[in-house]
């Protein structure tokens, strides 16, 4: 996410997007451990995280608990107030999203989509509030921002799964790749009725899925 809103500041952001590459940690155990035993926590886990931010805006105890600590790395908008609509925040989306990838796709799509999302998303917040200066897309976006997510999330993606270089135990072709990481960038700028951290990867997951199967 590339919104510089000033109600949440640069170190805010920096801790937020820390817990981005964290989160890597959750394609790496699909990889390592497999894909029906992450499900078994993975799904838990984003169920209790919906469930929880669902009930803090009903609960007057657990709403000021999770303002008091996690607040300080919250947009305004995931912090709503006792009777208000249900909001939810952007790490319930993150283990959402990865839960919602595994289930649907081939494992190594789910992976790669993921990751480069999330290092791409995260590069576009700190590179866009701090050198953007033309915006494009949604409110929010810069031009840097994006060209620092395209950058980030292609190298990520190299770094996964290229031919002859890749990491993982699965490789894409370079072109695949390219496509993916242009449609992620482009579905991070763009103003959706979903978050961006499902709309994004999942876009990026089709894609994948479309280039394998045409060949590309």
Do not use: Q
């Not at 949440?8 to 920096?14: A, H, T, W």
């Not at 929010?140 to 921002?145: D, L, P, Y």
């Not at 496509?179 to 960038?185: D, R, V, W």
């Amino acid at each position: 996410m590339t919104d510089a809103r000033a109600d949440l500041p640069y170190s805010g952001e920096l801790y937020r997007k820390g817990l981005h590459m964290i989160a890597l940690l959750l394609p790496a155990a699909v990889v390592v451990l497999g894909k029906p035993e992450v499900l078994y926590g993975l799904v838990p886990l984003a169920l209790f995280a919906l469930a929880l931010d669902y009930w803090r805006s009903r609960n007057h105890w657990l709403n000021r608990f999770i303002d008091r600590t996690f607040g300080w790395m919250m947009r305004r908008r995931e912090r709503p107030a006792v009777g208000d609509p249900p909001a939810f925040n952007g790490a319930t989306w993150v283990v959402t999203s990865m839960a919602v990838l595994t289930i649907l796709f081939p494992v190594d799509v789910a992976v790669v989509a993921f990751c480069i999302f999330m290092v791409g998303d995260a590069a576009a917040a700190l590179v866009g509030r701090r050198f953007g200066r033309t915006e494009w897309g949604r409110k929010g976006c810069t031009v840097e921002g994006s060209a620092a997510f395209f950058a980030a999330g292609l190298l990520t993606a190299f770094l996964i799964a290229a031919p002859g270089i890749g990491i993982a135990p699965f490789s894409s072709t370079w072109a695949a790749l390219i496509l993916a990481t242009t449609a992620a960038m482009i579905l991070e700028a763009t103003p959706l009725p979903l978050n961006d951290n499902i709309a994004a990867p999942l876009g990026t997951a089709l894609v994948l899925l479309a280039a394998a199967s045409l060949g590309i």
